[in-house]
């Protein structure tokens, strides 16, 4: 169904405690996730990526997003992100929506 971005914003509060996003946001406990939707892994700059996420090779085209946020220790094993996993789909086309609201910058 459809993709709320008011209701990812929602969501987002899961990912706060770790990641900024938006026009001030800065790299914290993890990298910036302005434009992270088609975004290659591991290149934010000056963020000090454990060696699983910087050599995953992966982008983060929706699919593969998709995959990741629902077991991130599954999609990258090693990765030092420690958040267990968002199953509901519903709530991810909506984290999806909002993570789109953001252009890279
Ligand atoms: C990495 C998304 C929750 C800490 C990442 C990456 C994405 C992401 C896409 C890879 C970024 C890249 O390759 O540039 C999210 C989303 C979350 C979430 C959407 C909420 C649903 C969290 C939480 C924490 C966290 C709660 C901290 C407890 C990290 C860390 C990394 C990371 C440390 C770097 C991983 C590494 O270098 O191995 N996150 N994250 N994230 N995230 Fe999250």
């Known amino acids: 169904s459809a993709q709320d971005a008011a209701a990812g914003e929602k969501v987002f509060a899961q990912c706060r405690a770790c990641h900024q996003i938006g026009p001030n946001a800065k790299n914290a406990v993890g990298p910036i996730?302005?434009?992270v939707i088609?975004?290659?892994?591991?290149?934010?700059?000056g963020y000090n990526y454990s060696?699983?996420?910087k050599n995953s090779g992966l982008t983060w085209d929706e699919a593969?997003?998709?995959e990741y946020i629902k077991d991130p220790r599954a999609k990258v094993p090693g990765t030092k992100m420690v958040y267990a996993g968002l199953k509901d789909e519903q709530r991810i086309n909506d984290l999806v929506a909002y993570l789109k609201s953001f252009d890279a910058s």
């Open 33 to 35: 996730l302005n434009g």
């Open 38 to 45: 088609g975004r290659h892994s591991g290149i934010v700059e």
């Open 51 to 53: 060696p699983a996420n």
């Open 64 to 66: 593969t997003f998709r």
